[in-house]
């Protein structure tokens, strides 16, 4: 699977950006999208994952701010970030891979390039 991500750049506190990520390839082998970013000397954290259900599930610190979502017949999703926050700055990385909904676990297993997102007055 491959995936091209698109979006990003500057911002200033409270503004908007929204990413979008296109998947191509073996699409069959994955049922869940999503998003993962890293800020400067942190870990890399989950952010949103979508399945291919439409279900979403959303890091605390983004909830009732970013929205996922995702356009299967054109294997896209979209990340639109809202209200955006200093905090919020890191390089943001599509990633594609298998939920289980059993465990609630998901697991990446394809990444696209990163994409810097940047707020800052």
């Known amino acids: 699977v491959q995936l091209q991500a698109f979006g990003g750049g500057f911002v200033q506190p409270g503004g908007s950006l929204r990413l979008s990520c296109a998947a191509s390839?073996?699409?069959?082998?994955?049922?869940?999208m999503g998003w993962y970013r890293q800020a400067p000397g942190k870990q890399r954290e989950l952010v949103a994952v979508?399945?291919?259900?439409?279900?979403?599930n959303y890091a605390d610190s983004v909830k009732g701010r970013f929205t996922i979502s995702r356009d299967n017949a054109k294997n896209t999703v979209y990340l639109q970030m809202n209200s955006l926050k200093p905090e919020d700055t890191a390089v943001y990385y599509c990633?594609?891979?298998?939920?289980?909904?059993?465990?609630?676990?998901?697991?990446?297993?394809?990444w696209g390039q990163g994409t810097l997102v940047t707020v800052s007055s």
């Open positions: 979508i399945t291919s259900g439409g279900s979403t």
């Open positions: 990633n594609a891979g298998w939920y289980y909904s059993g465990s609630d676990y998901y697991a990446p297993s394809y």
């Open positions: 390839g073996s699409i069959y082998s994955i049922n869940a």
